[in-house]
């Protein structure tokens, strides 16, 4: 085990929810970040075998902290506050919000990836296809999206 210690994920949703406070709400949808991607094949991703020699991912230590930049937009009050994805202070309650989104029997279709990858979200691209957070996603979502 490593000696190299992480701060808590809700340390880092913590500091994306202050950034809203201290007013970021005007620059949440980065529409400069290009076209939409291409739509994921439904099928894609979806064997058991894809996420199976992957160490096991958690959504408080490796999903959370990729989510954080999505805090500044999909907040109480802010420019995504309306919509099926709100994050709070609390990792357990976002965990309740983003596991909504995921589609375990067939993980390359979830919702949260289509929209990350930029299909049908305001905010453009955050994560293409193939990147190390999608596919980070991508394997947490075939692990069964723990907690």
């Known amino acids: 085990m490593s000696s190299e210690r992480r701060p808590p994920a809700w340390h880092l949703f913590a500091a994306a929810s202050l950034t809203v406070a201290v ?6 949808a980065d529409l400069s970040r ?6 994921v094949a439904a099928d894609a991703g979806d064997a058991a075998t894809d996420g199976g ?3 096991a991912l958690s959504f408080a230590t490796d999903v959370l902290p990729l989510l954080a930049p999505c805090a500044t937009c999909h907040v109480a009050g802010g420019q995504a506050g309306g919509t099926s994805l709100l994050f ?6 976002s965990y309740a919000a983003v596991v ?5 029997a067939s993980p390359g ?6 929209k990350a990858s930029g299909n049908g979200h305001g905010g453009g691209a955050i994560f293409l296809p193939g990147s190390p ?3 980070t996603i991508l394997t947490w979502i075939q692990q069964g999206a723990p907690p």
Do not use: I
């Not at 007013?23 to 949440?28: D, Q, R």
């Not at 709070?88 to 309650?93: K, V």
């Not at 909504?100 to 375990?104: E, H, K």
């Open 88 to 93: 709070t202070a609390d990792p357990s309650a």
């Open 53 to 55: 020699d992957a160490a």
């Open 100 to 104: 909504r989104l995921v589609d375990t």
């Open 109 to 114: 279709s979830s919702r949260l990836l289509s």
């Open 34 to 39: 290009g076209e939409p991607s291409p739509p």
């Open 23 to 28: 007013g970021a709400l005007g620059a949440c």
């Open 133 to 135: 957070q999608y596919q």
